[in-house]
């Protein structure tokens, strides 16, 4: 994996147009004018962000047509994947760490209220 | 999920250096010196990219000893990763399709191979 390609990927990603361009072409191909419309922004904006997109390999264009549909190519997303699914283990572990945690102070609190509860009676 | 938050941590993703300090990072806390030495860099380089990391909540560091050790927080990346995640189907699908066409391509070619062998010991 070559680590400009997954820079490429990750810059790409960095900007919410271009995560909702992508989400709109993972419903299928859309031409430039299909994907301007949702947003509110001019035709040379959109096709700034699909240059990026382009150049980072996730959107590819066909040339044959006239219209010149784009289409998504999730290859690059995979790579991204493999690069964050490294990390899972650590997030996992800091999520059970929390869980235990609050199990304790959770089980630390019960005899407490049991006991708050027995003075109410009394 | 706030967007902004999504953008600030692909952004911190997208340098190869910033994504070898949090690998790193993810087998112990370092010092800014520690996490210096591997990189042919100066130290306001390396933190100027911690800084980064920092305003994207991926790295912590530790306010009351004097060395101020820096810790990877991987939060930001479950939260990276589930986007990510909502593609999964798509690059699965596309590489079922691959597989899919090389099974028919090399079953196409069989049958030739075989002919080719039986003209052969004619």
Chains 1, 2 share one sequence.
Not at 53 to 78: D, F, I, M
Not at 94 to 122: C, F, G, M, N, V
């Amino acid at each position: 994996m070559n680590p400009d390609r997954l820079s490429a990927t990750f810059a790409a990603l960095a900007d919410p147009t271009r995560r909702a361009i992508l989400a709109r072409l993972a419903q299928g191909q859309a031409s430039v004018t299909e994907l301007a419309e949702p947003f509110d922004m001019t035709m040379p904006a959109v096709t700034k962000h699909l240059k990026v997109l382009e150049s980072a390999g996730l959107v590819t264009r066909a040339r044959e047509a006239q219209w010149r549909p784009c289409h998504l190519n999730p290859a690059p997303l995979k790579d991204a994947n493999a690069w964050i699914e490294e990390y899972r283990k650590l997030w996992e572990k800091r999520l059970d760490r929390l869980a235990a945690y609050l199990d304790r102070i959770q089980s630390q609190a019960k005899p407490k209220e049991k006991a708050r509860a027995t003075r109410k009676k009394k």
